[in-house]
Nanobody, 123 residues
């Protein structure tokens, strides 16, 4: 069973930067599509970004495009989310997740999820 654990959340002011990490343990996910989701307070969980198993394909939600960067270190089974120019509306619990396949699709739901890490951005 794959275990995924996010870290790096915190509280900061608008305009700041933060990098989230997600470490996978157990069977490797180095060939799996990996994704970030977030759930703002009182709202549904939403997709943020994904990266393919080989790291060659990435995609972002319009709300974060140009500000967030997803990357991965397959040798260490770590997923990252670099978040720049943060806004109060980025406040949410951020989750990492792994698909069962290497190529990414937003139609397919992930099979492994982390517990989430809180990011709070104040104005």
């Amino acid at each position: 069973e794959v275990q995924m654990a996010e870290s790096g959340g915190g509280s900061l002011q608008a305009g700041g930067s933060l990098t989230l990490s997600c470490t996978a343990s157990g069977p490797t996910v180095s060939n799996n599509c990996l994704k970030w989701f977030r759930q703002p307070p009182g709202q549904e969980r939403e997709w943020v970004a994904y990266i393919s198993g080989g790291g060659t394909a990435t995609s972002y939600a319009d709300s974060v495009k140009g500000r967030f960067t997803i990357s991965r270190d397959n040798a260490k089974d770590i997923l990252y989310l670099q978040m720049d120019s943060l806004k109060p509306e980025d406040t949410a619990v951020y989750y990492c997740a792994a698909d069962r396949l290497g190529w990414c699709s937003n139609i397919r739901q992930p099979i492994y999820w982390g517990q989430g890490t809180q990011v709070t951005v104040s104005s």
